[in-house]
């Protein structure tokens, strides 16, 4: 991850809880998070099936994701978030919005010059990065004191996979901070 693209999610975060843009409530929504820091709207490939007359599925055909994407329309210079909800729990859908959001917050569109953006290793481990953040702020989980994955699961409403995602992370920033200089 470049050190630059992690600063700012990291400083954006904490914007985002200190200055009241989300509530210290978990699990997180990050649908209510989608209009208040960018010009961001959300729809579910359900909605977006029925405003175009279609079926889910074929949302998924099209947009080729069979869980979100993020749009960029220059024109108007707002951005679209869809996630597939349909057969999703909550904590995947969570997440998925979440890592749409990331793509926005690391400023991924102002590297390319187009309205979706291309398979790219590097800015999907970013966007993972932004979702772990929000949706389990390392400073939550230092106040619970959690002592195992599961715990982080349940309290914030994540994955087991993701809640696995988010302890190691905790743990190496744990010996960072700990280590002697």
Known sequence: ????????????????????????????????????????????????????KCRPADIVRILKNPDGCVFYDRKKNHYMIAANEEGRSPARIRWTIAHEIGHVVAGHFLEIDMDFLPENKLMEEEADYFAASFLAPFFAIARKDFRRPAEIRDFFGLSQTAAEYRWNEYVDFLRLVNSPL
């Open 1 to 52: 991850m470049r050190t630059v693209v992690k600063k700012v999610i990291d400083e954006t975060v904490m914007k985002i809880y200190w200055e009241g843009f989300a509530p210290f409530v978990f699990p997180a929504d990050p649908v209510a998070l989608i209009g208040k820091i960018y010009a961001c709207y959300y729809r579910s490939y359900e909605q977006l099936a029925v405003k175009n």
